[in-house]
């Protein structure tokens, strides 16, 4: 198998590590494959669109979802190193507000899966970052929501040390308590 597939917290959050393949030239894995992703994840998905974004240190961008066409997200690190978390916006699931955060980078190769129903967010530990993630809708900006990255309810432990340079929309975000969510 080209993925090893570990378990978070939250159950329905997997970290994918890749099978690696490196010498004296450098390195090679398989990114994605659809086969390979559904066997090692038991999820049977289809991605429609692809994101990448670069971000300087300290911008924290989230954390995000869609109440209306939700995405599942799987997301990876091409260059520098984030604090990807995801935070379950489900009323109906025992995990409701609770959070899981993951180190992802260039290194490591990590890959991490936020299903629907996740909001989603990370910050940038590096000197810059280079994030890619292949989503299971479209983005449509009407439906778009920002949970508080801050909110002491959620209570995310974020390795920073200094506050975040953060998005008008993120700085405006509602905490938990106040935020559109699923049943």
């Not at 570990?6 to 393949?21: A, G, M, Q």
């Not at 992703?37 to 961008?61: E, P, T």
């Not at 292949?134 to 949970?147: A, G, I, N, Q, V």
């Amino acid at each position: 198998m080209p993925y090893t597939v570990t378990s978070t917290s939250l159950p329905e959050v997997l970290i994918l590590e890749p099978k690696v393949f490196g010498d004296a030239r450098g390195f090679f894995f398989e990114s994605f494959n659809a086969r390979d992703f559904a066997q090692c994840s038991g999820l049977d998905v289809q991605f429609v669109q692809d994101n990448h974004s670069k971000s300087a240190q300290g911008v924290l961008r989230g954390l995000h979802y869609q109440i209306q066409h939700p995405q599942g997200k799987l997301v990876r690190v091409t260059q520098g190193e984030v604090f990807d978390v995801a935070v379950d916006l489900r009323r109906s699931s025992p995990n409701f507000g609770k959070w899981e955060g993951v180190l992802l980078s260039a290194d490591n190769k990590r890959q991490l899966w936020v299903p629907p129903g996740f909001a989603h967010g990370f910050v940038v530990l590096s000197e810059s970052a280079e994030f890619l993630y292949k989503t299971t809708d479209y983005y449509f900006p009407e439906f778009e929501r920002s949970l508080l990255w801050s909110d002491l309810t959620v209570g995310i432990n974020w390795p920073m040390q200094t506050a975040p340079l953060l998005a008008t929309k993120d700085a405006a975000a509602l905490t938990l308590d106040h935020a559109e969510v699923f049943d």
